[in-house]
């Protein structure tokens, strides 16, 4: 996702406001047309994109708390493996380290560190606009858009609710491979975060909580990314 600029790579979300909302603008324009077709192709309705509304008034409160849940679920999920493998003898409590070391997320690939630190707007624009709308709700209506076409296709794999998780699964590896330019254990991250993103999507039936969830934990995680880097150093 960076950008090269004279024989150096940028983050895709530049430092200058200006940039970002052009980028943003880009990306949503773009997902916007194509989605658009796909649903004017598809005849797909709003309940089969999940875009109604519920469970009401809980929506916001939902997605708070379904974002804490998934950030310590992934925690947790990672430290089990961790501690699964040093139990095991293949590797050593030395060797996870500077895995996780060497393999930590590629962060400036996305975001300008310095810029999250030093310019307002960088950081309320990233922590809300590029949060919740440009990856909170496009990525939802892709995975929404997604597990539609495969109901749609194959209604007998994917039409009940076992097969959605079929869906949701095949949509989180989709997603986790999408961020491979940040390292494996970046993908790792997303294709965890994806399933439990459709799970949440699964059981209200609605794609909101997950987006309002999704937009939660991208703003958490911009607004602790300069204290992280620093801890990383």
């Known amino acids: ?9 940028e983050p895709a979300l530049r430092r200058d406001v200006s940039t970002l909302l052009v980028v943003s603008a880009k990306g949503l324009g773009i997902f916007g047309v194509v989605f658009g077709l796909a649903c004017l192709a ?53 060797e996870i380290a500077r895995f996780a070391t060497s393999n930590r997320p590629e962060v400036e690939a996305l975001v300008d560190v310095k810029a999250l630190q030093s310019d307002s707007s960088y950081f309320w624009l990233t922590t809300t606009l590029v949060s919740f709308v440009v990856a909170g709700l496009r990525e939802e209506l892709w995975r929404a858009g997604f597990m539609a076409a495969l109901s749609k296709l194959w209604p007998g794999l994917f039409g009940s609710t076992a097969g959605q998780f079929l869906a949701v699964g095949i949509a989180a590896v989709s997603f986790g491979s999408a961020h491979a330019v940040q390292g494996v254990i970046a993908v790792g991250v997303t294709a965890l975060l994806g399933f439990g993103l459709g799970a949440i999507m699964i059981v209200h039936r609605s794609i909101w909580p997950a987006v309002v969830a999704h937009g939660c934990f991208n703003s958490t995680s911009f607004a602790l990314l300069p204290w992280a880097m620093e801890l990383m150093k």
């Open 42 to 94: 598809s005849c797909a309705s709003a309940d089969d994109l999940l875009l109604r509304w519920r469970p009401s008034k809980w929506v916001v409160l939902l997605g708070l708390g379904y974002s804490i849940v998934l950030r310590v679920a992934i925690g947790v999920a990672a430290g089990t493996v961790s501690l699964l493998l040093i139990g095991s003898g293949l590797v050593s409590q030395e």
């Open 1 to 9: 996702m960076g950008v090269c600029v004279g024989g150096s790579v």
